[in-house]
């Protein structure tokens, strides 16, 4: 074998323990993934700046009714970022209320 090559076999080795260790986080996480809501909840904690996970928070908490909880998440990114999805979710709100 030359110098700086790497077998099959190691390779191999080494993507089965990646696809192992990715599945056992998936498996982990999705437990504590109840519903719709914990999903994004989820993201939005941990990601609070993101466009996504902020936009389908706000959704999430309107689809369960609650309220008052969207509007802080919908008012604080549409303040960020002004666009549809955030200006829809605050529609939405307005609504309801």
């Given at each position: 074998?030359?110098?700086?090559?790497?077998?099959a076999?190691?390779?191999?080795?080494?993507?089965?323990?990646?696809?192992?260790?990715?599945?056992l986080?998936?498996?982990?996480?999705?437990?504590?993934?109840?519903?719709?809501?914990?999903?994004?909840?989820?993201?939005?904690?941990?990601?609070?700046?993101?466009?996504?996970?902020?936009?389908?928070?706000?959704?999430?908490?309107?689809?369960?009714?609650?309220?008052?909880?969207?509007?802080?998440?919908?008012?604080?990114?549409?303040?960020?970022?002004?666009?549809?999805?955030?200006?829809?979710?605050?529609?939405?709100i307005?609504?309801?209320?």
């Amino acid at each position: 074998m030359k110098k700086g090559r790497v077998s099959a076999r190691t390779m191999g080795y080494t993507v089965g323990a990646l696809i192992v260790i990715s599945s056992l986080t998936v498996f982990h996480y999705a437990k504590s993934w109840k519903n719709n809501l914990s999903l994004w909840q989820w993201a939005y904690q941990r990601q609070p700046d993101s466009v996504l996970a902020a936009s389908n928070y706000a959704g999430a908490l309107l689809s369960y009714g609650r309220l008052e909880q969207a509007r802080i998440v919908a008012e604080r990114l549409f303040k960020e970022h002004p666009h549809g999805t955030a200006a829809i979710n605050l529609g939405k709100i307005q609504l309801l209320t």
